[in-house]
């Protein structure tokens, strides 16, 4: 059984229980563009009373110092280094985790930032935006050279995703022995301003099905995103909450990094997900309407 | 247990038995763009005995009238409704078997070809090759219009496939009440002239991992396929045969239609999947090197 938080007594002793607190961002610091109510002054409280704060998303589209912007926008106080996207934990898991020969490079399926976030983990990589790969003429073997130093096949959201590269990608992973195949994450869909759209895991879902093969899959709920974590900041898992709005991600995510976990309910995760007859197996330990209600503490 | 076949009156028998011959092509009649050996005579042998024949192919970016310039380029005679590619069975199924309303129409990911055979058996559509999803600029659903009138997402291999495409078709399998989503085929992989690449059942994969919806498969080995033929033409299945390279489409869609199945060893099947500790589950009746072999009745 969770716990629901209500009382100001309830509020603090959360606080006082954790040192590193981290965050999910949409559906938990803001809803599209519009910033949850409270969450500026309870980030700002957390701050002052030295918590570590992180923000943990699986968007692989956009690298830290660009989703920085949407901080900057909405008045967020946010550091380059609190922020894990999805693209920059894979860039770290091929750097630090899988440790990349330095003569292998990766072929690309993502975008800008994906790339950007590559670079500066000092990973060499093709595709991705590569112009000879914008293109949706049909795609041919007979000019095709393979470039047998790809180490990894990396696949994020790609809004320019094409039959090139994903035939390209597939050469990869089916000619070049010990080709890893890795995704930034595997969410089906992607909350848009405007609505859902098919997420990361539908764009790697032709190479999945093409080659037979299951790829590492670095974002939430799986523990690599968190190793990813590990590997650049230090902190106490017995002291440490995640909070997050989706049950089937942050939860599980927080859960199988041995975390505590917090659902607020400013999101995606209705009642009826958590109480009655449907209820999901997955059990947060804290329950909360959002991030704002912790300013009864002030 | 498979018959092997060998001698003349192996041969001379099974031609005697079935008035039906239904043969895959590619592995069977051709390899790529080179005839196999002996197969114009046994063509002809079996026409000049009376016996129906048809090919029956999951290729579904070409029309049947622009799958018939194949077989006359390589000098095999084949007329055009003795052809069924899974662009065409699709396109029956909708008018024949689904009856879809007149005042509805369908959403295409696909080729020319399977707008052909759409437009040939009365289905209104839109999507397909429409210049206005010919981008590979980032989709938004701000300006997106959803045309209330499509009651399907049909989907075959599409060399343009791209995000704006998929994202259409998730907003009609999600949003419009009973859209039916249908697939041409769920092949992996498409045998291109200078090797695999990635198939139908790979460009439908984002729209089944998006949608968490299993499509109506038409092509091999389901035996929708066969329900269109049979919405075309009269056959006992009792004295009808499928001819194929492959067990896991071929034979076992012969065997899921009733029909007897003859595997030829001129394709992708090797003897190790037939014998040995490490053979296929699929026991095809019977088994020859290639079509060709007939010839020895001659």
């Given amino acids: 059984m969770s716990i629901r938080l209500s009382s100001k007594e309830d509020y603090e002793s959360l606080i006082d229980k954790y040192d590193t607190w981290l965050f999910d961002c949409d ?18 409280l957390l701050r002052s009373k030295k918590k ?13 110092k660009t989703y920085k912007k949407k901080f900057d926008k909405l008045g967020i106080e946010a550091h380059v280094d609190e922020i894990y996207g999805s693209a920059f934990a894979t860039a770290v898991y091929l750097s630090s985790i899988l440790k990349l020969p330095k003569d292998k490079k990766v072929f690309v399926i993502g975008m800008e930032g994906f790339e950007e976030e590559l670079r500066d983990e000092g990973i060499s990589y093709i ?20 470039d047998e130093s790809v180490g990894a096949v990396v696949c994020g959201l790609d809004f320019g995703i094409n039959y090139t590269k994903l035939s390209k990608a597939f050469q990869y992973l089916k000619r070049v022995p010990g080709c890893e195949f890795i995704c930034t994450n595997a969410d089906s869909t992607y909350p848009s ?37 590990k590997a650049k900041v230090a902190f106490d898992p017995s002291r440490t909450i995640m909070v997050g709005d989706r049950l089937n991600t942050d939860i599980e995510f927080g859960k199988a990094g041995g975390l505590s976990t917090l659902l607020v309910m400013s999101g995606i995760t209705q009642e009826s ?10 059990i947060p330990d804290y329950v909360a309407p959002s991030v704002g209600e912790f300013r009864i503490v002030l």
């Avoid at 037979?212 to 899959?217: K, W």
């Avoid at 997900?273 to 997955?282: C, K, L, R, V």
Wanted: with cysteine; charged share 15%.
């Fill in 127 to 146: 595709g991705g935006t590569d112009p000879e790969n914008q293109t949706l003429e049909p795609f041919s073997l007979k000019d095709f050279v393979l």
């Fill in 27 to 44: 559906g938990v610091l803001w809803q599209g563009s519009r910033l949850i109510d409270g969450v500026l002054e309870v980030l700002h």
């Fill in 52 to 64: 570590k704060v992180c923000f943990v998303t699986n968007n692989a589209t956009n690298s830290r």
């Fill in 193 to 229: 301003e405007f609505g859902l759209l098919p997420g990361a895991g539908s764009v790697s879902a032709p190479l999945r099905y093409a080659t037979g093969r299951e790829p590492i899959v670095v974002g939430k709920p799986n523990s690599t995103m968190l190793d990813c974590i």
């Fill in 273 to 282: 997900d958590i109480t009655g007859p449907n209820a999901s197996t997955t």
